[in-house]
């Protein structure tokens, strides 16, 4: 079970994550598509943090026993499915739409409320202070080329940023893990990492 000092940590970003998407929602109205049972991000294979892993064994320990068995066979079918396009080096955005493991058949999240920071963050515009040269955005909210005008974008952004790779560096170390140590949803939901 994750420590009260990560659990803390961890849900004031998602907060300001959180903030920061209803902000969008907002200014963007109509173009911003991400709303309940759209699952359009959801069918790629990407990586996440072993503290994001964390917080989904916990959600799935306290989800009745049907429930957990239903996602660990999803996800063994899903890593059997994946197993020749798993590349560790490949952070996300590898597309063999493969839905992930904890989408229902309605193409809602099972796991919603312990969702990873990537599927919080990802859908209206998202800056990457590391790789200042792009904005990241579903392709259902803004297409490629379209002009996002948004004055409080990177300095909002770059605070979560930062604010993240400074808990996932103090988590790893705490724990003992390499510096940019990850996982899969997937194998969070089978807890193969023990953890």
């Given at each position: 079970?994750?420590?009260?000092?990560?659990?803390?940590?961890?849900?004031?970003?998602?907060?300001?994550?959180?903030?920061?998407?209803?902000?969008?929602?907002?200014?963007?109205?109509?173009?911003?598509?991400?709303?309940?049972?759209?699952?359009?991000?959801?069918?790629?294979?990407?990586?996440?943090?072993?503290?994001?892993?964390?917080?989904?064994?916990?959600?799935?320990?306290?989800?009745?026993?049907?429930q957990q068995e239903f996602l660990k066979s999803k996800a063994e079918r899903y890593i059997n499915l994946i197993g020749h396009?798993?590349?560790?080096?490949?952070?996300?955005?590898?597309?063999?739409?493969?839905?992930?493991?904890?989408?229902?058949?309605?193409?809602?999240?099972?796991?919603?409320?312990?969702?990873?920071?990537?599927?919080?963050?990802?859908?209206?515009?998202?800056?990457?202070?590391?790789?200042?040269?792009?904005?990241?955005?579903?392709?259902?909210?803004?297409?490629?080329?379209?002009?996002?005008?948004?004055?409080?974008?990177?300095?909002?952004?770059?605070?979560?940023?930062?604010?993240?790779?400074?808990?996932?560096?103090?988590?790893?170390?705490?724990?003992?893990?390499?510096?940019?140590?990850?996982?899969?949803?997937?194998?969070?939901?089978?807890?193969?990492?023990?953890?």
């Amino acid at each position: 079970m994750l420590d009260k000092s990560f659990s803390k940590k961890y849900i004031n970003l998602t907060g300001l994550i959180q903030d920061e998407f209803n902000r969008n929602a907002d200014l963007h109205g109509d173009q911003i598509k991400c709303k309940k049972g759209c699952s359009q991000c959801c069918s790629q294979i990407f990586r996440i943090t072993m503290l994001d892993s964390e917080v989904i064994i916990s959600h799935i320990n306290n989800l009745d026993i049907a429930q957990q068995e239903f996602l660990k066979s999803k996800a063994e079918r899903y890593i059997n499915l994946i197993g020749h396009h798993k590349n560790e080096s490949d952070e996300f955005f590898v597309k063999p739409e493969i839905p992930c493991p904890a989408l229902d058949e309605n193409g809602s999240c099972m796991i919603y409320e312990a969702r990873p920071v990537i599927c919080r963050r990802f859908g209206p515009p998202v800056f990457d202070y590391k790789n200042p040269e792009k904005l990241y955005a579903c392709e259902l909210n803004f297409k490629e080329g379209d002009e996002i005008i948004d004055d409080q974008l990177i300095p909002k952004q770059t605070d979560i940023g930062i604010k993240w790779d400074e808990l996932k560096t103090l988590y790893n170390s705490e724990k003992k893990y390499k510096k940019n140590a990850s996982t899969s949803i997937a194998e969070a939901i089978l807890n193969i990492n023990n953890l």
